[in-house]
């Protein structure tokens, strides 16, 4: 269409100086509106196109996950067509690859940042075009909407629609361990988990019920009964203590923004790079989530807090699986925010709403030093009424700097000596608050935010243990 025109713009330009060509320009320009108009006539109208999108409902925090939308024409066509399809998406997602599946298939672009899918449609069928997305925030998003565009078999016109979007998704906490997380806390292989076990006197005396064998259970508690009613090997499950109360709060304030990269102990590097945007609260959310799973399966209750300078969200405890979707849906939305959390306020609301004693796990990371006498207060204070775990999320790019790693890309014009002297007296200021909030009688944890689950597993189930 273009080379058209400007043949037609060159030989309009030429009848200046040649009048004698006018007759051929005229020629030309009636020449090229009659394939125009045929062109048209043989390009179907896009609007009588079916398109369904489907996606998943919800899906986890940095996990890919696929798109399809299939084209259907409402008639038969009588040739191919080129079409090409533009997606409005949320600009936290991120175009992972694009494929064809069905029909007639362009050959795959190089280009992935969010341009157009482009796919042929067969003359007798449909064809589907395949995005893949991740997402690097959570929340409930909208997907916008659907432009189709069909080029004419001559390439002189392009017809286009839009269709309006209006399906969402939920981009959840990722919890990519937590189905192996359940299947061990099952089985009470907690050593897998990183968790002690701790010796109990009295033992386990109250049958719970029977689950299929997992290999590694003591062979102590096969039922062989049910064994051999029911073809395959039966362990009893017994439960030391039932009633228990968790309540998980989670830090949504400024100590919650940085990012942290996953841990690289039994992870790919492609899985450590998928996770490389995850706020510190994100983690914490991971981390805390699948305590809470493994409390529900227990038979415990659990509830939640987010918070920052007031209460933001609040789940009362209680049991049943759910429950869980409960938590989950509290806390999809929360990103850090620019406030200074206080922990004392947010623990008297919470003697208020919550009276009775419980195992209260707190999410978050050491005050500035100047806050630091407030802070241990604050844990001081609500000890007497609960048994708290207090989870310090440390920055890792603090501790790199310390020890001497990165520090060219750390330094931002300082000299590396600099930058690694200030992490150290950084390191070193934290050791020493964490020694004054221990002193409260609170369980102190000072962990990574990619290593933060195994410990706060730990502390739980001591907690829990000791009544």
């Known amino acids: ?60 925090l940095s996990s890919e996950f696929d798109r399809f939308v299939e084209i259907a024409p409402s008639r038969s066509l009588s040739r191919p067509f080129e079409l090409e399809l533009h997606e409005d998406f949320p600009d936290c997602f991120e175009v992972i690859a694009r494929t064809r599946t069905k029909g007639l298939v362009a050959p795959a672009l190089g280009d992935v940042s969010g341009g157009p899918d482009r796919v042929t449609l067969p003359p007798d069928g449909t064809c589907e075009a395949r995005r893949t997305y991740r997402s690097n925030r959570r929340g409930e998003f909208r997907m916008g909407d659907l432009r189709l565009s069909v080029r004419g078999p001559l390439g002189l016109v392009v017809r286009q629609v839009r269709f309006a979007g209006s399906q969402r998704i939920a981009v959840e906490s990722a919890l990519a361990n ?27 005396t109250e049958f719970e019920s029977l689950r299929d064998y997992v ?39 400024r100590r919650m923004r940085s990012t942290a990269p996953g841990s690289t102990r039994g992870r790919s590097a492609v899985a450590t790079a998928v996770n490389r945007e995850w706020s510190k609260l994100d983690w914490a959310l991971d981390a805390g989530l699948q305590l809470a799973a493994v409390a529900l399966q227990q038979g415990d209750r659990v509830g939640c807090v987010v918070f920052d300078d007031v209460v933001r969200a609040w789940v009362q405890p209680a049991r049943g699986k759910r429950q869980f979707s409960r938590l989950r849906e509290a806390v999809l939305g929360f990103q850090p925010s620019g406030r200074e959390s206080d922990l004392s306020r947010v623990l008297r609301e ?37 048994r708290i775990v207090f989870a310090c999320l440390d920055d890792p790019e603090v501790r790199r700097a310390a020890e001497g790693h990165d520090l060219e890309q750390l330094a931002g014009g300082l000299p590396g000596v600099a930058v690694q002297a200030s992490a150290m007296e950084a390191i070193e200021e934290r050791r020493l ?20 689950a195994g410990p706060l597993l730990t502390a739980w189930l001591d907690a829990r243990r000791s009544g």
């Open 215 to 253: 290999r590694g259970d003591d062979v102590r508690q096969v039922d062989w009964k049910a064994y051999a009613r029911r073809g395959k090997p039966t362990v009893r499950m017994f439960q030391e203590e039932r009633g228990q109360e968790l309540i998980v709060m989670f830090d949504c304030g």
């Open 1 to 60: 269409m273009i080379a058209a025109a400007s043949v037609l713009l060159g030989a309009s330009l030429a009848v200046a100086f040649v009048p004698a060509l006018l007759p051929v320009v005229l020629a030309l320009d009636a020449a090229l509106f009659v394939l125009f108009v045929i062109d048209r006539l043989r390009t179907p109208n896009p609007e009588t196109f079916e398109l369904d999108r489907s996606l998943p409902e919800s899906v986890g």
């Open 178 to 204: 937590l189905r192996s997380t359940l299947a061990l806390a099952a089985s009470e292989r907690w050593r897998d988990l990183g968790v002690r076990r701790r010796r109990r006197r009295g033992g386990q």
């Open 350 to 386: 919470l003697a208020v709403r919550h009276r009775r004693s419980a195992t209260v796990t707190i999410l978050s990371d050491v005050a500035d030093p100047l806050s630091i006498a407030e802070q241990k207060n604050a844990l001081a204070s609500g000890s007497r009424r609960h």
């Open 433 to 452: 608050a964490l020694r004054s909030l221990a002193s409260t009688g609170v369980r102190m944890l000072d962990a990574l935010p990619a290593e933060a």
